[in-house]
């Protein structure tokens, strides 16, 4: 008989969680209703394929210190709806329609006449909690956001025991992400604001493990659910693949090309459906699905001819640019996404040229934003720069810098693409939000490198050691 | 000053750039931890006592004036189970928080539904009129108004 393969905590929630969104979403554009045991049978399904690591059990005053952090943020999330605007007007909102409805069959989802103004935001966030209301309430679903929170934690933690990271600066790399004042704070953005960007955040976490460690499964299962999380997820999903094929990483680089085949091909009819209820579709489904099954092999080949390229740069890059452009104009079309429209002004060069250094000045302010972020990103440049004037300092965390600094080019082309008149909303509410998203991948390139170059992440006197060796 | 993990070789006596780094850690640790008294437990404490005062509707309409709220509290009182509330205007801002304040009733577009219907989404069309809009029949068909810009608010008109 075999044996099941030994997992970390992380990869085998985020497996249930596959189970769970590819069972849900099949059965949605199936028109089904979803069984109430779904997400019970799809967490026992995943413990039965793998067997449980968990992981040790973190220093006392770590413990306490996470679980003092999270008390206020989790009884903030119990104790009433989200307070945030879109956290009750968009996210939570839909999850209580697909508690009523078990499904897509609702006037809700199904009638263009009725007011649904996220109807076609992705659905993993809002299933989750719909999937938990009946058995603990609206309220002890929200609860799930605090399990978001602690696999952010746990997927840096791994990425870094994975790379050989001492436990003392891993302690203390876990308790600086989980302080982070945005995250524990009670505004937008925050556990219990009810966005998705924590969820995203989480998976981006996952994600970077798989680069980090040439992981397939956390890379193929972070691909799957992203862009079922929010709609940068899809952005995000494609943007591994590609930094994962840019740095060699292979074996992750296939799975998150599978992973991310799979969801667009799932997640693609059911928006265009749920954009337009009752409307004839403008793109067949199939070739939808056939469109979201390619792009992401499609990707991965455009890294693979890069990563050869070194003796023909024009010619592949103008391929790519090429591909990028068939891309960036068949997706207004196909999905009439905000990053689709935001990509087509671009191509018309309606850019708001003009914004741009006042688009670079407030991305810069939100990074050094202490009230907001700490001093997460300030740190993370610093021990950059520190790393890069070191030979092979940098070389571990190279993966990393790649899927960052993909990343955050497509941020800048929705900033930059964006009409003047809701640029500033983006700017100051957007924006923070989006760079939250990072904070995991952040922590853990910083914590790579501070490794790498002997920082001591406690030097002060007291007390003497927190957390031991 | 250097981690136990250290890559040999890097880390032998660490220089100014190492040191600030390493206090730069510190003092996000010491900053952060220190914000958990008043900006995570006091202002989430302060949030969750408003909300419970104030109900969803004012929460979410303190920015939005008088009107809105007393529209919008209104509706949330008398609109039926079961039945759906007219809207039009501007669909961004307060019309967003009208229509979670008051799911699972729906909104509807005036504008889909035909001038004598009684039935939109497969419900009641709710009738009814504001206790402050005398001059209106009592069996009116309220519409809700999402003013412009969005920011300017709600208003109850009637068709």
């Not at chain 1, 997992?7 to 849900?24: C, K, R, S």
């Not at chain 1, 792009?295 to 592949?316: E, M, N, S, T, Y």
């Not at chain 2, 009592?138 to 300017?152: E, F, H, K, S, Y």
Request: glycine share 10%.
């Amino acid at each position: 008989m075999t044996q099941r393969p030994a997992v970390d905590l992380v990869p085998a929630a985020l497996l249930a969680m596959v189970l769970f969104a590819a069972v849900a979403h099949g059965l949605l554009l199936a028109g089904l209703t979803l069984p109430s045991w779904l997400l019970g049978a799809s967490v026992a399904g995943a413990l039965a394929v793998v067997r449980l690591r968990l992981p040790a059990p973190p220093p006392a005053w770590l413990a306490v210190l996470i679980g003092v952090a999270l008390l206020a943020p989790l009884v903030g999330a119990v104790a009433t709806p989200p307070r945030s605007w879109d956290g009750f007007t968009a996210w939570e909102l839909t999850a209580r329609f697909l508690a009523e409805a078990r499904g897509l069959d609702h006037p809700y989802f199904a009638d263009a006449g009725v007011y649904a103004y996220a109807r076609a935001y992705p659905l993993l966030q809002p299933l989750l909690l719909a999937q938990l209301t009946p058995w603990v309430g609206a309220g002890g679903a929200r609860a799930i956001f605090a399990c978001f929170y602690l696999g952010l934690l746990l997927s840096v933690a791994a990425g870094l025991a994975g790379t050989g990271v001492a436990a003392r600066m891993r302690h203390c790399v876990v308790a600086a992400l989980g302080l982070t004042p945005l995250l524990l704070g009670p505004a937008h953005g925050s556990i219990d604001s009810g966005f998705a960007d924590l969820l995203v955040g989480f998976l981006l976490a996952a994600a970077a493990v798989g680069i980090v460690r040439d992981a397939p499964s956390w890379a193929g299962l972070a691909a799957f659910l992203l862009p079922l999380a929010k709609n940068e997820g899809a952005v995000h999903a494609l943007v591994l693949v590609l930094a994962c094929g840019l740095t060699g990483r292979w074996r992750a680089a296939r799975w998150a090309s599978v992973g991310a085949a799979v969801a667009l091909a799932l997640w693609l009819p059911l928006r265009s459906r749920l954009a337009s209820p009752g409307a004839a579709p403008s793109v067949a489904p199939a070739l939808l699905v056939g469109a979201g099954a390619l792009v992401p092999f499609a990707v991965l080949a455009v890294a693979g001819l890069l990563r050869r390229a070194r003796h023909a740069p024009w010619w592949l890059g103008g391929g790519a640019l090429a591909l990028g452009a068939a891309a960036a104009i068949a997706w207004p079309w196909v999905s009439g996404s905000d990053a689709g429209v935001a990509l087509g002004r671009g191509l018309r060069f309606e850019l708001s040229v003009a914004d741009v250094a006042g688009i670079g000045g407030t991305l810069l302010a939100q990074l050094v934003f202490v009230r907001k972020f700490g001093l997460a990103f300030a740190l993370g440049v610093a021990v950059v720069i520190m790393a890069a004037t070191r030979r092979g300092a940098l070389a571990e965390a190279r993966p990393l810098l790649v899927l960052a600094g993909v990343g955050l080019l497509p941020l800048m082309a929705l900033l930059l693409t964006r009409s003047p008149a809701m640029l500033p909303l983006f700017l100051d509410e957007g924006t923070p939000r989006y760079l939250s998203q990072w904070l995991g991948v952040t922590w853990l390139t910083t914590g790579l490198l501070m490794h790498r170059l002997g920082v001591d992440p406690w030097p002060l006197p007291w007390p003497r050691r927190p957390g031991g060796r | 000053m250097t981690s136990p993990g250290a890559a040999p070789g890097l880390a032998t006596r660490p220089g100014w750039p190492v040191r600030v780094a390493a206090f730069a850690c510190a003092a996000h640790l010491l900053f952060c931890a220190a914000r958990l008294p008043h900006a995570v437990y006091g202002k989430r404490i302060g949030e969750i006592t408003d909300w419970s005062e104030l109900g969803a509707a004012a929460y979410h309409l303190q920015m939005a004036g008088a009107e809105s709220r007393r529209v919008l509290e209104w509706l949330a009182q008398e609109l039926p189970p079961g039945q759906v509330l007219l809207w039009n205007g501007d669909s961004r801002g307060y019309l967003q928080v009208a229509a979670a304040v008051l799911a699972p009733r729906l909104l509807v577009w005036d504008r889909a539904v035909a001038p004598m219907a009684s039935i939109a989404a497969g419900r009641p069309i709710f009738r009814g009129r504001a206790p402050w809009h005398q001059q209106v029949p009592v069996d009116a068909v309220p519409v809700l108004v999402g003013r412009t810009p969005a920011a300017a608010g709600l208003e109850l008109t009637y068709r």
